[in-house]
Structure formats: C-alpha cells, structure tokens
C-alpha cells in the first residue's frame, strides 16, 4: 500500500524506502525526503533536530538520535533485531505515515515550505 498521508504520499524517495531494502535512509542522507522524515518526528513527537540539518536538509547525529527515539519508543524491529537503530526502513517509514495520517487529517496539504523545496524550515 503506498503511503497516505501528506507530506508522504507521492515522494518517489519515501515510497522507494517503504519497499526495497535498498532504499533505506541512513545518516549521510541529504534531500527533501530526509526534511519530510524530520518534519514529521517534530509533528509526532516534538523531536528536536539540530537547526543545522533541517537547513542542510541532511541525515546527521540530531536526526539519527530523533529516529532512535522514535523507533525505541515503538520498538520498531526489523528481523533479527533485539534494539532498534536509527535507519528509517521499511516499518520506520510506515510508521511514521501511519501516525502523521490523522495528525494531518483535514489539511489540503503541507505548505510548500514543508515539503522539501528551497529554504525548508521544520523549526
């Protein structure tokens, strides 16, 4: 099922995350999809990440330690797995479209700010 809330939906990068492996987002990544992923752990949660990547846009320790706290707190686990770590996979990405759908129920849509064009700002 594709993702359904949104800031989600549509973003070729999210959607790729919630299905392949190999698309996982890990620190190092950069792009609007890692400002949507920070967006939404500051709507879910009030996770704080360094101003400095939100501008850049990019997967640092701020976002990674965001993601960890998140996922702990749900004990995502992917197989194999006795704690969580802070990559945003497959069960990651559905959470957090899964907890944004009604949290965003009602909008027409996240401003384009949001939504990772020029100057994306989340804080």
């Known amino acids: 099922m594709p993702l359904q809330s949104p800031l989600f939906a549509g973003d070729a990068r999210l959607e790729a995350c919630l299905v392949q492996d190999s ?3 890990t620190r190092g990544s950069s792009g609007s999809h890692v400002a949507k992923i ?3 752990l500051l709507m879910i ?3 704080a990440i360094d101003p400095a990547e ?3 846009e990019g997967y640092g320790a701020a976002t990674a330690a965001a993601v960890l706290a998140f996922k702990t707190t749900r ?3 992917g197989p194999g797995q006795t704690t969580p770590d802070d990559i945003v996979g497959k069960r990651t990405v559905a959470a957090l479209d899964g907890e944004l759908v009604p949290k965003q129920s009602g909008l027409d849509g996240i401003p384009q700010d949001y939504c990772g064009n020029e100057n994306t700002a989340v804080a």
């Open 45 to 47: 949660d009030g996770l």
């Open 54 to 56: 939100i501008d850049a």
């Open 38 to 40: 920070q967006l939404a």
């Open 23 to 25: 698309a996982h987002v």
């Open 75 to 77: 004990m995502i686990l």
